[in-house]
């Protein structure tokens, strides 16, 4: 038996019918289309799959397509805007947050949801921010670092962080 569901992605409503048993990760990417969000552990242990969901970030993973019914969803996707890179991504980008890439959307998404409730968070919140979040390459540093550029762009500050200042 199918669920019909009724979501808000990005900004764009969406609805499908799904298995009960389908995970949101499995909804966003193969009924969506929306491959920005990465499968790792399916265990909930790497972050690789966190969306927003209704503001708060949840490893998409452990969460069930149905139970995001009638709510508001925020992937990888949803950051840029009119072909803008957001803060975050260009803070990956000039900040090299990112080595092979494939936790960076989670890492993304859980950067968002830091920055919408803290907007100067200091360097233990970030790490914190980020702990559910695994980077197998070991970048942490430059992660951090991409956080706070996009924490002093997105509050109009001059981008003091990072190498050579």
């Known amino acids: 038996m199918g669920y019909r569901v009724h979501v ?71 950051l840029a ?19 092979c890439g494939f936790c960076t959307p989670g890492m993304m998404m859980t950067a968002y949801a830091l920055l919408q409730r803290t907007p100067a968070p200091t360097e233990e919140e970030i790490r914190w921010a980020i702990a559910g979040n695994l980077c197998r390459c070991t970048g942490y540093v430059n992660i951090v670092e991409a956080i706070r550029y996009a924490a002093e762009k997105l509050r109009g500050a001059p981008v003091t962080t990072g190498r050579g200042s």
């Not at 995970?23 to 790497?46: K, M, Q």
């Not at 975050?88 to 900040?95: D, K, N, P, S, Y």
């Open 81 to 99: 805007r009119d072909g803008e890179l957001h803060p975050i991504q260009e803070g990956f980008h000039e900040r090299h947050g990112l080595q």
């Open 8 to 78: 808000t992605v990005n900004g764009t409503p969406r609805e499908a019918e799904v298995e009960a048993r389908l995970l949101l990760v499995h909804f966003i990417r193969e009924v969506l289309g929306l491959t920005g969000t990465h499968i790792g552990c399916d265990t909930t242990n790497c972050g690789a799959c966190t969306v927003l969901l209704d503001g708060r970030p949840v490893k998409s993973c452990t969460v069930f397509a149905v139970q995001a019914d009638g709510r508001d969803l925020m992937t990888v996707e949803g």
